[in-house]
């Protein structure tokens, strides 16, 4: 067996880079950072100015409880004042607020813009192991949660600090005393703090997380799926699917609240007011009883007493869901980091199309390899059928030839060249595929089928669609190949697989790659596909899945594939005449009578 090392040669060794392949946030926020200061000045602002109605009732307090006569003059320059900030603070609040949520649109923009594009770039494969609701979670719920990070923490991460900052210094300047013991509440509910972040409480919230991620799964798939659900009478297990996931949700949601609760109702109890209001009057009453305070001082600690607390107890309340939206920044920044497949420095040029599998190791997870050491030649001019048990690998060995994953060692070279050398545009016009699970656009039918060569006439389109059996099923549609799939009309799976098929024709790729991309199709249909691949050219190399006997018996040559390995090969004739491992596995999944159809 001649296996090529998995190291890249001296063209695959420079990689070209694109700027758009820096994910980490500091990029994406820069642009956004001025407008993040003015968020940030005009909070600041208003927080110092809400200060100035509680000082002047303070000033006021101490005038009136004074002895002697209060000056009218400085009762009005007090009340003047206190009113001229509370205005001021709802100047600048409300800029502040403002301003933020159009920033958090900017940013939640930016994000599903920026993911569009990483989506639109990332390999196929990666995407092909991934459902649409998990992918969808990212691009909308978790967007979304951002937003108190964007809108809300600025505001009340500046509230928590200046307001205590500057009550702090200005009760310090009255008693120093007195000042500590109004911290107290404070002190104890940041005491409690750590303990909502204990390892425990981590876990608990990415198993809530990954809880919720499993019912939009499911809500999703469900969906998606209802029209074969119901047809062959498999409602109740979809639902059962969902009842499971929403029961385990619960179950998830009781240990997350079990854990959360008496900490949160201890930090709610040391910033609730009675309790501040408490410890302050028991402090000052000490202090006064003493001769230590005058009595008049204790106003400003009462009415600043919960200044203190009160934007901590905001922060608090904030808590989770600061955490949960930095908990989806995080899945939002890992979507963000999937590279695309590495494009060469210096792309080559294949010779021919003449496909061959060196030595290829490949598996989705470490440790586990898929295929297992798999050499094949596929010639120009011949047709390849690949059969063996499920979870043998067929799937995974196909999806090599359109690239979806680079294997981890050996290499698939297209007419000599290493497909890690060959850009993705040459390669896409050279390699062409139609799977099981297709999707198609919501789009014209015409759209559909020339999505690989926007500038194909209609007549062209026309003649992909009747080779690929689906013309006669266009024309009975509303507007005929000008109906939009998705909204004018509905294809089923198998009409979707032909017009697939006929994109994949039009595309007149020299190598085609099937992964039984007639299982849906009706016997006369799938007949007249395998024509239309027969009549498509004398040197057009095809690689397909088969199942069907009538797909085996068309093949050149037949590949047997168990666990990641190639056990046989050859005519399918000559394997069913050798009586080997072959005609085992075909004897066991067909009747003795199709053997004729093989000879």
């Given at each position: 067996?001649?296996?090529?090392?998995?190291?890249?040669?001296?063209?695959?060794?420079?990689?070209?880079?694109?700027?758009?392949?820096?994910?980490?946030?500091?990029t994406l926020l820069r642009p956004h950072l001025p407008a993040f200061a003015a968020v940030v000045t005009l909070q600041i602002a208003g927080a110092l100015a809400g200060l100035a109605p509680l000082l002047a009732v303070v000033e006021l307090g101490r005038t009136l409880l004074a002895p002697g006569p209060a000056d009218p003059a400085h009762v009005r320059t007090v009340v003047i004042a206190g009113a001229a900030g509370l205005l001021v603070r709802l100047v600048c609040t409300a800029a502040s607020s403002g301003l933020g949520h159009v920033l958090d649109a900017d940013v939640q923009l930016a994000l599903r813009r920026r993911l569009a594009a990483r989506l639109g770039r990332a390999p196929i494969g990666w995407l092909s192991r991934r459902s649409t609701g998990e992918?969808?979670?990212?691009a909308g719920e978790d967007v979304s949660a951002v937003h108190p990070l964007i809108a809300h923490a600025p505001g009340e991460l500046v509230a928590a600090f200046v307001v205590p900052a500057a009550s702090l210094v200005y009760l310090l300047t009255i008693d120093w005393r007195l000042t500590l013991v109004t911290l107290i509440p404070v002190v104890l509910a940041l005491a409690l703090v750590p303990l909502l972040m204990l390892p425990a409480r981590a876990r608990e919230q990415e198993e809530f997380d990954a809880a919720m991620g499993r019912i939009a799964g499911s809500v999703v798939e469900f969906v998606q799926g209802i029209a074969?659900?119901?047809?062959?009478?498999?409602?109740?297990?979809?639902?059962?699917?969902?009842?499971?996931?929403?029961?385990?949700?619960?179950?998830?949601?009781?240990r997350w609240v079990r854990g959360m609760s008496l900490v949160a109702a201890g930090m709610q109890l040391a910033l609730s007011p009675?309790?501040?209001?408490?410890v302050v009057l028991t402090g000052g009453a000490a202090l006064i009883s003493g001769g230590g305070l005058a009595p008049a001082d204790l106003l400003p600690f009462l009415l600043l007493g919960l200044g203190l607390t009160a934007?901590?107890?905001?922060?608090?309340?904030?808590?989770?869901?600061?955490?949960?939206?930095?908990?989806?920044?995080?899945?939002?920044?890992d979507v963000l980091a999937v590279g695309p497949l590495p494009e060469p420095a210096t792309p080559v040029t294949p010779h021919g199309h003449r496909v061959e599998l060196r030595g290829v190791r490949f598996g989705y997870e470490p440790g586990h390899e898929v295929l297992r050491g798999v050499d094949l030649v596929l010639e120009p001019g011949t047709t390849t059928a690949v059969v063996g048990p499920s979870g043998g690998g067929k799937s995974t060995l196909v999806r090599l030839l359109p690239r979806f994953f680079d294997p981890e060692h050996g290499a698939v070279l297209l007419g000599g060249a290493d497909l890690r050398d060959i850009g993705g545009d040459e390669l896409y016009r050279r390699v062409a595929f139609v799977f099981q699970d297709v999707r198609l656009l919501r789009a014209p039918v015409a759209d559909n089928i020339a999505l690989?060569?926007?500038y194909a006439s209609r007549d062209a389109v026309v003649r992909a669609a009747r080779l690929a059996g689906i013309h006669d099923r266009v024309m009975e549609l509303p507007r005929g190949y000008d109906t939009v799939i998705g909204e004018e009309a509905r294809l089923s799976g198998g009409e979707a697989q032909r017009v697939a098929l006929a994109r994949a024709l039009l595309a007149d790729a020299p190598v085609l790659v099937l992964d039984e991309a007639t299982s849906f199709?009706?016997?006369?249909?799938?007949?007249?596909?395998?024509?239309?691949?027969a009549g498509l050219g004398g040197d057009r190399t095809i690689l397909v899945i088969a199942h069907r006997q009538e797909t085996v018996a068309g093949a050149d040559t037949v590949v047997l594939l168990e666990d990641g390995v190639i056990t046989e090969r050859?005519?399918?004739?000559e394997l069913l005449e050798r009586g080997g491992r072959f005609a085992a596995f075909w004897h066991a999944r067909n009747p003795a009578r199709q053997e004729e159809e093989l000879r």
């Open positions: 067996m001649t296996t090529i090392d998995s190291a890249p040669p001296a063209t695959r060794r420079e990689r070209v880079r694109d700027p758009a392949d820096d994910a980490s946030m500091t992918l969808a979670k990212v074969v659900v119901k047809a062959f009478g498999g409602s109740g297990r979809a639902h059962r699917a969902f009842l499971v996931a929403v029961d385990d949700f619960i179950a998830t949601f009781v009675p309790f501040v209001l408490l934007p901590v107890a905001a922060l608090g309340h904030g808590f989770d869901d600061l955490t949960a939206a930095g908990r989806a920044l995080g899945r939002v920044k690989a060569v926007p199709a009706d016997p006369q249909t799938e007949q007249a596909v395998r024509r239309a691949l050859g005519a399918p004739a």
